[in-house]
C-alpha cells in the first residue's frame, strides 16, 4: 500500500520572456496642381485732341509741331509670346497701344511625408510550478497502521467498556 503526500507548489523554473516590435510605417502624399492662364490682349487708344486757339492760323501750327513730336513715337518690344507696341496714328490723331501677354502655365508640386514609429513591449513571467509529491514507503504504512491498532487496544483494555467504569 503506497500513500502520497501533498506539500505546497514549489516553483522549479522561471522563465522572463521580453518581446519588443517595432512598426514603422511612412505614407507620402504628393500633389501637382498646374494652372494654365489664356494669353492677354490688350489695346488702348488715347485721342490727341486738335488745338482750338480760335485763330485757325495758329491752330494749325499747334497741330503741326503735336503732330511732329509725336511722330516720334514708335516702339515696339517682343519678349518671347510677350510684346508690346506703341504708336502714333496722325490720321485718325491717336495714340495706339497694343499689349500681348502670352499663356502661362504655373506649376505648384506639393509633397508630405508622413513617418512614425510605434514600439511596443512586452514582458511575459513564464514561472514552472511542480507538486512535490512524498511517496512513504508500504512498511512506514504499517508500521503506523499496526501502532494505532495497538494504541487502541490498550485504551480499550485500561478503560474498558462504558459498563466496567461504573463499578
Known amino acids: 500500500m503506497a500513500g502520497t503526500s501533498c506539500r505546497s507548489k514549489k516553483k522549479v523554473s522561471e522563465k522572463l520572456i521580453e518581446k519588443t516590435t517595432v512598426d514603422k ?4 502624399i504628393s500633389e501637382k496642381e498646374t494652372v ?10 488715347i485721342p490727341v485732341p486738335a488745338a482750338d486757339t ?6 494749325k501750327k499747334v497741330n503741326k509741331e503735336v503732330d511732329q513730336i509725336l ?3 514708335k516702339s515696339r518690344k517682343t519678349s518671347g509670346s510677350n ?7 496722325e490720321q485718325k490723331r491717336e495714340i495706339n497701344i497694343n499689349t500681348t501677354v502670352g499663356p502661362t502655365e504655373s506649376k505648384k508640386q ?4 508622413n513617418d512614425s514609429l510605434a ?6 513571467d513564464q514561472g514552472t510550478s511542480e ?3 512524498t511517496v512513504w514507503p508500504w512498511w512506514l504504512w504499517a508500521l503506523l497502521i499496526g501502532g494505532s491498532i495497538v494504541l487502541l487496544i490498550r485504551i480499550y483494555l485500561k478503560y474498558g467498556t462504558p459498563t466496567n467504569r461504573i463499578k
Open 25 to 28: 510605417s511612412s505614407e507620402s
Open 36 to 45: 494654365k492662364s489664356l494669353a492677354i490682349e490688350d489695346q488702348q487708344t
Open 54 to 59: 480760335g485763330d485757325p492760323i495758329l491752330d
Open 71 to 73: 511722330k516720334k513715337i
Open 83 to 89: 510684346s508690346s507696341t506703341v504708336d502714333y496714328d
Open 110 to 113: 506639393l509633397e508630405v511625408k
Open 119 to 124: 514600439t511596443t513591449k512586452n514582458k511575459l
Open 131 to 133: 507538486t512535490v509529491r
